[in-house]
């Protein structure tokens, strides 16, 4: 059983800047795509970045040349490097594992569906 722990999230100003972490455990994690989503006060979950296994990463439009990715396997951690936060940013950030039963193209790598274990989720806040 995979269990994933996230930890970064905060209180920040507009503009500033977050790493968030994914520590992940019970698998081999190599193996497997990652993804990070997040939710808004009200709102529903939504996709924010996927990295597959062999490190192709995949964006939503809104966080494009703003975040960033990334995975280290020996860590078996997924970070998401979040720069020019803006309000609209704030959310509670989870990451996810893919499933390997997945054809992992396209949109498979933003579809809620594709993932199959989750983590708490971590809070983000940007305010000024």
């Known amino acids: 059983q995979v269990q994933l722990v996230e930890s970064g999230g905060g209180l920040v100003q507009p503009g500033d800047s977050l790493r968030l972490s994914c520590a992940a455990s019970?698998?081999?994690?190599?193996?497997?795509?990652m993804g990070w989503f997040r939710q808004a006060p009200g709102k529903e979950r939504v996709f924010v970045a996927a990295?597959?296994?062999?490190?192709?990463?995949f964006y939503t439009d809104s966080v494009k040349g703003r975040f960033t990715i990334s995975r280290d396997n020996a860590k078996n951690t997924v970070y998401l490097q979040m720069n020019s936060l803006k309000p609209e940013d704030t959310a509670v950030y989870s990451c996810?594992?893919?499933?390997?039963?997945?054809?992992?193209?396209?949109?498979?790598?933003?579809?809620?569906?594709?993932?199959?274990?989750w983590g708490q989720g971590t809070q983000v806040t940007v305010s000024s």
């Open positions: 996810a594992v893919g499933s390997s039963s997945v054809i992992w193209r396209g949109s498979t790598y933003s579809s809620q569906s594709s993932y199959v274990a």
């Open positions: 019970g698998r081999t994690f190599s193996s497997y795509t």
């Open positions: 990295i597959s296994w062999s490190g192709n990463t």
